[in-house]
């Protein structure tokens, strides 16, 4: 059986009983929960720049946290553990920049120069990221609240894409300290 509704001169069609894929899925990327895990919160990749934007655990309904304003493509959420800002990477110009919204879409602040951000579970004020230093990229932290920057590892090899543990006392990254001449 069939059901058939008009909404806004389109006719929405759903088979019963038939499960249902979010179309959201293949146009979205770096998608992480909430941490009260009751929503989801990703790069979408379907407008004309990529977009961070958040959906319920089911994938229903869409809400647009940035919309390209301020910077090009979009990547990279993350929520803070109080559920209420959301740090993403964006191009401003030419430089990847980490930058800040409230999870409504307000409240637009450039943090930091920086790719691929991610913020400790047990501190919101403490975010990991990559910078090149000397054509290598290298682990940074920040402590959003002083501003104040460490650098994290050092050498002439790449170390980057850091993670915190779920008790946001380790960090794990990935480097190719083993062979330099590698990626």
Not at 8 to 31: M, Q
Not at 36 to 60: E, H, L, M, S, W
Not at 68 to 89: C, E, K, L, Q, R
């Amino acid at each position: 059986t069939t059901n058939s509704n008009l909404r806004t001169g389109k006719i929405v069609k759903k088979e019963i009983g038939v499960p249902v894929t979010n179309p959201l899925l293949s146009e979205g990327g770096d998608g992480k929960w909430y941490p009260d895990g009751k929503n989801v919160v990703f790069a979408y990749r379907k407008p004309n720049q990529p977009v961070i934007v958040k959906t319920n655990g089911d994938g229903v309904g869409l809400n647009y946290i940035s919309q390209s304003a301020m910077g090009n493509d979009d990547a990279n959420p993350n929520v803070t553990s109080d559920n209420n800002v959301v740090i993403f990477t964006t191009l401003i110009g030419s430089n990847r920049m980490i930058c800040s919204m409230d999870s409504r879409g307000g409240r637009f602040t450039v943090i930091t120069d920086g790719d691929h951000v991610a913020v400790n579970p047990k501190d919101s004020n403490e975010i990991i990221y990559n910078l090149m230093v000397n054509k290598t990229s290298q682990l940074f932290s920040m402590d959003i609240k002083s501003g104040r920057k460490t650098q994290l590892t050092t050498g002439d090899f790449n170390c980057r894409d850091g993670a915190f543990s779920s008790d946001g006392q380790w960090i794990a990254f990935a480097s190719n300290r083993e062979d330099p001449k590698s990626n």
